[in-house]
């Protein structure tokens, strides 16, 4: 059985971070480890939260244990997403190294998590570097949106041979699968979003409809259903597919309920069947 160890923030009510990627992961047969970074009582979204952020040493305190069960070695992938600090930062490339130690065929995913289009960067100062400078360098494959795509390579992409450019850059820092999720280039309908998988020197594009919902725990989602299809088949092409069939099944029963939280427990089926599929092009 397939084992990840998710390292991502948690929430009690709705679903980000952890709370977005561990049941799809378990729906497709994976076995999860989840250590949260922070355990509150609902996403910052809606303004009012509760609940405490968790530091390096309380992440390392937990992998510690699961290390004493002498478990490491049955570890096939390290996933993280969101970093509070580059204390915490610093904790989850440790433990993707300490994970390679015990299995040297295990891989680290991470979604290099700095901002978005319309939003800007919006985590703290510093991030954005320690991203750039240790955490992808560390990685395995990596899934940036647009924005940080270009915040990690440094430019300004408008053109899909802009974005190929830029995503070698990022591929020259350390990981060698790059997911591209919200892509808009300048032959993107208006009506549809792009996301591009590249790895090995070929570029997998899937075009899905832009939908009219805007839910947090999107990103945490694809990026663990990404990484359980590359784990899958060790394609990214493949993966990519699959992965954004399951996505846009989820969010499009999300906007049919009008709801804030993605529907992950009502549309649970899209995880291992979905009602929908896109053609995946090499571009």
Partial sequence: MVAVLSIQSHVAYGHVGNSSAVFPLQR?????????T????????????????????????????????GVLGGCDAVLSGYLGSADIGHAVVATAQ???????????????????????????????EFMREVAVPAADLVTPNHFELDSLAGTATRTLDAV???????QAMGPRVVLTTSLDTDDTPADAVDL???????????????LDVAVNGAGDAIAAL????????RD?????????????GLLAATERARSREIVLVAAQD?????SRTFPAEEV
């Avoid at 591009?196 to 832009?210: D, I």
């Avoid at 990404?226 to 088949?233: E, V």
């Avoid at 899209?270 to 979905?274: D, S």
């Fill in 38 to 69: 922070v355990q509150f009582s609902n996403h910052t979204g809606y303004g009012e939260w509760r609940g405490r952020v968790f530091d390096g040493q309380a992440i390392e305190e937990v992998v510690d244990g699961i290390a004493d069960r």
């Fill in 196 to 210: 591009l998988a590249s790895e090995g020197g070929r570029h997998v594009r899937v075009r899905t409809p832009r």
């Fill in 236 to 248: 990214a092409g493949a993966a990519l597919g699959a992965a954004a069939a399951t996505v846009h």
């Fill in 164 to 170: 190929k450019d830029a995503v070698a850059a990022v």
């Fill in 226 to 233: 990404f990484l359980a299809h590359w784990l899958a088949s």
């Fill in 270 to 274: 899209e995880v291992v069947a979905p």
């Fill in 28 to 36: 497709l047969g994976i076995e999860v480890w989840p250590v949260h």
């Fill in 98 to 128: 300490r994970v390679r130690r015990a299995n040297p065929a295990a891989v680290y995913c991470c979604d290099p998590v700095i901002g978005d289009v319309g939003r800007g960067v919006f985590v703290r100062p510093g991030i954005p």
